[in-house]
């Protein structure tokens, strides 16, 4: 099945986190954790470096917004948005539908 699906999720630490204490735990805790999410079929954390206003961004693949919302229903599901929610002072959720204009990482990492 064709992936139609990116959740693009904003983060910003909790304001008595450091930016290295939120993305430790982020990259360390919390993506294992995520990873777990049934139906997510990839999911790629960015570290903003230099934040302001957002310390990181999310990027989670499924087939449809009802294996998105079915995820997030589940046991694991609400225990990542827990997690994810006893961390951060806000959190925005976009929903896009992504279409690629240049994708040149097709197994570039071979000839490296």
Do not use: C
Request: charged share 25%; glycine share 2%.
């Amino acid at each position: 099945m064709t992936i139609v699906l990116k959740a693009i999720i904003l983060l910003a630490r909790r304001t008595d986190m450091t930016a290295e204490a939120f993305h430790a735990w982020w990259l360390d805790e919390h993506a294992p954790l995520a990873a777990q999410l049934p139906a997510v079929r990839k999911i790629v954390f960015n570290v903003i470096e230099d934040a302001d206003e957002y310390d990181g961004v999310s990027e989670l693949w499924f087939d449809d917004r009802e294996a998105f919302d079915a995820a997030y229903a589940s046991e694991i599901g609400q225990r990542v948005a827990a997690d994810s929610m006893a961390h951060v002072r806000g959190r925005t959720r976009l929903f896009v539908v992504e279409h690629s204009v240049v994708d040149d990482t097709a197994d570039n990492s071979a000839s490296a």
